[in-house]
């Protein structure tokens, strides 16, 4: 039984930056075994992948936030962080975070990030 929570969604301006993370509390100890991702469901629009990060830190990104996302870990904690600049209209969407066991997917209920022009 896991339970990943989000935060930090909100309302922001073209070009300006958000600090998404979420927890992962229950049975899971430590994330160390364990690879993340954000994705992101705009209206209207089917879930898609914006980022993940293995076990041992390799990042992978979607091509539309290449160079302005930024996806981190700290096992410790049991928290994955999503650091957003440079944000654009185009970001607006509910971000959810996603944990990968075996066999398994968790997912939480997901932020709203909101980006006004």
């Known amino acids: 039984q896991v339970q990943l929570v989000e935060s930090g969604g909100g309302l922001v301006q073209a070009g300006g930056s958000l600090r998404l993370s979420c927890a992962a509390f229950?049975?899971?100890?430590?994330?160390?075994?364990?690879?993340m991702g954000w994705y992101r469901q705009a209206p209207g629009k089917q879930r898609e992948l914006v980022a993940t990060?293995?076990?041992?830190?390799?990042?992978n990104y979607a091509d539309s936030v290449k160079g302005r996302f930024t996806i981190s870990r700290d096992n410790a904690r049991n928290t994955v962080y999503l650091q957003m600049n440079s944000l654009k209209s185009e970001d607006t969407a509910v971000y959810y975070c996603?944990?990968?066991?075996?066999?398994?997917?968790?997912w939480g209920k997901g932020t709203l990030v909101t980006v006004s022009s």
């Open positions: 996603k944990l990968q066991s075996v066999g398994i997917d968790y």
């Open positions: 229950g049975i899971i100890v430590s994330l160390s075994l364990n690879s």
């Open positions: 990060i293995t076990s041992g830190g390799r990042t």
